[in-house]
């Protein structure tokens, strides 16, 4: 069963311009991690924000976490060509270590 | 990337064989996982691993089997293949700070 739900499913933007995903959750969680994938190639981590934090920043990057609202956006501020990818939100609801990914959006950054 | 390794890339096999894949890595991580990714379905847990001889199953295990011998390997095993199980197959690694993923394996089941 999903977890997290990325919205929207897919997206296209100018570049330059900003970028915001969102992510809903259902339980709680003991943190939230953002993952990019390029076509054709595994994930990558971005960042990881944990239940207690609010908001957290890595360069471009700028991740805020509502856990009244179980929910959480990631911003990609002066988007680039190649922050084409799609992008998934994951959470770990458990002790076990072990994450659930959503289904992701497709980020189309336009020249 | 860098620490961990999937094998094959790819492959083709046929209905009712059983294939193996393998996932290698040089961090001496204890958690390791392998997910699969289909169209409208994101990323999937099939099993994971938490130690040597240790493994659970995720949410799609039916059909399955995993073994972790050795810290550094952790093999999936389609016990007999179906095209259901055409898929792109990741294999990750955990510290407790982020995942790091395998290039994947593009397996199709003719």
């Known amino acids: 069963s999903q977890q997290g739900e990325e919205d929207p499913q897919a997206l296209s933007i100018q570049e330059g311009e900003n970028a915001t995903m969102n992510c809903s959750y259902k339980?709680?969680?003991?943190?939230l991690q953002w993952y990019r994938q390029n076509s054709g190639r595994g994930l990558v981590h971005l960042i990881l924000i944990r239940s207690n934090e609010r908001e957290k920043h890595s360069g471009r990057l700028r991740v805020t976490l509502d856990t009244s609202k179980k929910s959480s956006s990631l911003l990609i501020t002066a988007s680039r060509a190649a922050d084409t990818a799609s992008y998934f939100c994951a959470t770990d609801a458990r002790r076990d270590d072990k994450i659930i990914f959503g289904k992701g959006t497709r980020l189309h950054i336009l020249p | 990337d860098a620490g961990i390794t999937q094998s094959p890339r790819h492959k083709v096999t046929e209905t009712g064989t059983p294939v193996t894949l393998r996932c290698h890595q040089t961090e001496n991580h204890r958690y390791m996982y392998w997910y699969r990714q289909d169209p409208g379905h994101g990323l999937r847990l099939i099993h994971y691993?938490?130690?040597?001889?240790?493994?659970d199953k995720g949410e799609v295990s039916d059909g399955y089997s995993v073994s972790r011998s050795k810290t550094e390997d952790f093999l999936l095993t389609l016990e007999s293949a179906t095209s259901s199980q055409t898929s792109v197959y990741f294999c990750a690694i955990s510290a407790g700070n982020g995942y790091t993923f395998g290039s994947g394996t593009r397996l199709t089941v003719v």
């Open positions: 339980t709680s969680i003991n943190n």
């Open positions: 691993s938490y130690g040597v001889k240790d493994t």
